[in-house]
């Protein structure tokens, strides 16, 4: 069997030195309303990570980071509606705009699950269930194009410290998943900063930018991760199902097979038990091999380090809209070891990438490309090397963006203090 593993997973990782630095602002635009806050368990008060906010009525949506935090910015014309928040095995809760104002901190009650409804429409076992997945995807999907804007956030660690960030808002033509077309990204501003010091002379770049994210989406490429013609190379088994808003959720497990010893993915398939729709997946890629999964993703390198990925995971999510099921969010979490000839330690590095789809439409026009070549994303391209800097703050003001980690957060005061300090006296 010959897995058709995509370029977007390349990392390129060369042998240089260069010194950045960022001013990172947000305008706040009079017409529209931001509003920040976090999401957690009603009773544990644990952060709900990747939680959805969605603004009742339209697409216009965001998403909370890895400790429930997020930023929701929303038209001024818009005020008077109310904004639903959606978690998997929690209930859904519609909340008034003038109320998230006063108070921006929600807490989800979980949902409960009664056994009795497992065996509702339940098939056979976990494969049969999968191949109906793959079957129905045209069924479940808009089939018309879907024109999206999104935010794409790339960072990359040193250990814990962060050694480069760059963002992008996207406009995106998604093909229908029935096509055989590849999606189009069209760049409508990028900024970023590299700190290279940090990174040991080694820069490392991830191939593919926001390309990466979205063939993550298993519905519209499942040929990356696993397709109705390899699933014969993968074990399928029912986990304890949960709910969306009292929509019962089968789970199901899927492995590689032991006797294959080529890199394959392993993880959870969260499917609809009414439409077996995908409504989230997350999954990883098995790196034991260390010689193939490193041919895998590092496409050059110094010649004295030896470099293999020691984690790669990946997480994809979807919405609903009107009974129609589309890409909402992917997640990329890639870690790599660097072993140095002559050296006594190794070093570590993390790779992250998210793409968050904040408005959509759907839409019969063909996409066409820009007249302006540069602003045309190819799943080869670097996006760190298109970037020039944290620069135009009005602009991002009326985007909304996934709010940063407090790492983040951090490192830009810092960085904001030391330019502060460099800045000639007039």
């Known amino acids: 069997m010959k897995l058709q593993y995509p370029y977007y997973y390349s990392l390129v990782m060369n042998l240089f030195l260069l010194t950045g630095s960022f001013v990172f602002a947000q305008e706040k635009n009079n017409t529209y309303i931001e509003i920040n806050g976090s999401v957690t368990d009603s009773k544990t008060k644990a952060p709900l990570v990747f939680a959805d906010l969605i603004v009742q009525g339209t697409n216009i949506a965001t998403i909370t980071n890895t400790e429930g935090d997020y930023l929701l910015k929303i038209p001024d014309s818009l005020k008077s509606i109310s904004v639903v928040v959606q978690y998997l095995g929690y209930e859904d809760q519609t909340i008034s705009i003038p109320v998230l104002l006063s108070n921006a901190n929600i807490r989800l009650n979980p949902s409960i699950t009664t056994l009795n409804e497992v065996t509702i429409n339940a098939p056979k076992d976990a494969e049969t269930l999968v191949r109906l997945m793959l079957k129905r995807k045209g069924d479940n999907s808009f089939n018309t194009g879907i024109s999206m804007t999104g935010f794409y956030r790339e960072t990359i660690k040193k250990r814990r410290q962060n050694a480069s960030l760059s963002e992008a808002v996207v406009e995106i033509y998604k093909q229908p998943t029935t096509s055989n077309k590849r999606d189009a990204i069209k760049i ?53 199902p949960t709910q969306i808003n009292d929509q019962l959720i089968y789970i199901v497990n899927f492995k590689q097979r032991p006797e294959l010893k080529i890199p394959l ?134 985007y909304n963006i996934i709010e940063p980690e407090k790492s983040i957060e951090n490192a830009i005061k810092k960085i904001n203090k030391q330019l502060d300090k460099e800045e000639p006296q007039s």
């Open 265 to 398: 993915f392993y993880g959870k398939l969260y499917i609809d038990s009414q439409n077996f729709a995908l409504t989230s997946a997350i999954f990883s890629l098995n790196v034991d091999n260390k010689v193939l999964a490193s041919e895998l993703f590092v496409r050059k390198k110094p010649n004295k380090a030896t470099v293999y990925p020691t984690q790669a995971n990946y997480r994809v999510n979807y919405r609903t809209s009107n009974g129609k099921w589309y890409y909402s969010y992917s997640n990329i979490l890639l870690t790599f070891k660097v072993n140095w000839k002559g050296r006594l330690f190794s070093s570590y590095y993390t790779l992250n990438s998210e793409m968050a789809i904040t408005d959509w439409k759907p839409t019969n026009v063909k996409y066409e490309k820009p007249n302006n070549r540069d602003l045309i994303l190819r799943p080869s391209t670097i996006l760190v090397d298109e970037a020039s800097g944290f620069n135009d703050p009005e602009f991002w003001g009326e």
């Open 188 to 240: 409508v501003k990028v900024r970023k900063n590299t700190n290279y010091s940090r990174l040991d002379t080694i820069a490392l770049k991830l191939q593919g930018g926001p390309f990466s994210n979205l063939f993550a989406d298993i519905i519209k490429y499942p040929q990356y991760i696993f397709s109705e013609e390899n699933l014969s190379d993968y074990t399928f088994t029912f986990d304890k």
